[in-house]
């Protein structure tokens, strides 16, 4: 990925990859820690980390990767929103 600076070019990266039907499951994982280390807004992470959830290729590694990060998440009710989209996938 091109080296973005603002956070709304991130995040507006980080969704257009987390929505990327074909994402490979290594790639799916290694999306999730700049998701968390590199957005600012917390609204952005879990829309971006839900986006991934939402993906038809979603994995259980990268729901692995998510789960071990969640806490890393201040905000109750993206980590309410990741869990929620998390337990409708029924993964």
Request: aromatic share 6%.
């Amino acid at each position: 990925m091109v080296k973005l600076c603002s956070d709304s070019g991130k995040y507006e990266g980080f969704k257009a990859i987390a929505g990327r039907e074909t994402l490979r499951t290594q790639a799916q994982v290694h999306l999730v820690k700049p998701v968390f280390s590199s957005l600012y807004s917390e609204s952005d992470k879990a829309d971006v980390l839900v986006t991934l959830i939402n993906n038809s290729s979603f994995s259980c590694a990268a729901k692995l990767a998510i789960l071990r990060r969640l806490d890393n998440l201040s905000s109750e009710s993206g980590k309410m929103a990741i869990l929620k989209a998390i337990n409708e996938r029924g993964l």
